[in-house]
């Protein structure tokens, strides 16, 4: 099974195996489902429904209630309050909630975190082939990705933007202890490096509208699941995402190409979700140089893991 690979368009490489995401997966996972198993229809159509009338819901209300809809004050206030009171236990190990997932010919039950780590071990194979010199990371939440990178990869700046002062607090909280809290060495999808250069990182709170940093100031910039809370400045954020990378860009995100139809379509529409398309990006003057959704994902919500190069000019 280690010998099958990710598959992926583009002509980057990052050799990453069905295996290794099975492994990550395995601590987290209650419970598993063959795609005929009566049990897991049940629990895809239970959802199907439940979608499909949030879709309706959303659609009407928010013609005739513009409070209704996902706004970029709405985000702050929610994720204000997620971030101040924070139990990284909960957040990066196995006994959260547990949510369904589809993948490949199955699914399976399991914490939500498990995916935090998959996505972390697609950013660290992708940084690790790319070597960039310097690393932003937009929309940062908590700063676990980030914090964890900079102990991965010691001889590179990482820098990262999140739009609420409870995010940049947390991670400010973590970044000063003598060393990373030993859940994050734990759950690291690769061997940390140097788990006392957290505190290198510079953390700032910024808006992915205006990012506050030069044209070119990084050689990657990346996003995890923070362009999907931002469909109400989508061309803005994107613009920005190419106007500070000088050479590469990452986005793991729910692009429309991942969610066309059915219940997917239906979530990004109820919860007013990112609706771009990877060629949306490629229009700011980049190419796809690797691009895969062979990973598992929520059965509501599709994410493509895709790097983005700026063409030569």
């Not at 609420?164 to 690291?188: D, K, W």
Request: hydrophobic residues 40%.
């Amino acid at each position: 099974m280690n010998d099958i690979l990710i598959r992926s368009d583009g002509p980057l490489e990052l050799g990453l195996s069905v295996g290794e995401v099975e492994a990550i997966l395995a601590p987290f996972i209650t419970r598993t489902y063959s795609s005929d198993d009566a049990n897991w229809q049940q629990k895809l159509s239970v959802l199907r429904n439940k979608q499909r009338r949030s879709k309706w819901r959303r659609r009407i209300l928010g013609s005739i209630h513009p409070g209704y809809r996902r706004t970029q004050q709405g985000i702050l206030t929610n994720y204000s309050s997620q971030w101040a009171d924070y139990d990284w236990d909960a957040y990066l190990g196995p006994n959260g909630a547990s949510t369904p997932y589809a993948w490949r010919n199955g699914g399976f039950d399991a914490s939500s975190a498990c995916m935090r780590h998959v996505y972390l071990l697609f950013l660290m194979r992708a940084i690790g082939r790319l070597k960039p010199h310097n690393v932003l990371d937009v929309g940062f939440g908590s700063g676990h990705n980030l914090l964890m990178l900079s102990c991965r990869f010691s001889d590179i700046a990482f820098s990262g933007i999140e739009l609420t002062e409870h995010g940049v607090e947390t991670a400010r909280r973590v970044a000063a202890l003598p060393e990373l809290p030993e859940i994050f060495s734990r759950y690291s999808p690769e061997p940390l490096d140097d788990i006392w250069r957290a505190g290198s990182v510079d953390l700032r709170q910024g808006n992915a509208r205006n990012i506050p940093f030069e044209r070119d100031s990084f050689e990657l910039v990346y996003t995890v699941l923070a362009l999907e809370q931002m469909e109400e400045i989508r061309s803005h954020a994107l613009a920005e995402l190419a106007r500070v990378s000088a050479r590469y860009v990452i986005m793991i995100e729910p692009f429309r190409d991942w969610n066309e139809t059915g219940m997917r379509r239906d979530y990004i529409i109820a919860n007013d979700y990112f609706a771009a398309r990877v060629a949306d990006f490629e229009k700011l003057g980049f190419k796809v140089i690797f691009r895969t959704g062979d990973f598992p994902h929520k059965v509501r919500l599709g994410v493509g893991f895709v790097v983005f190069e700026k063409k030569s000019s």
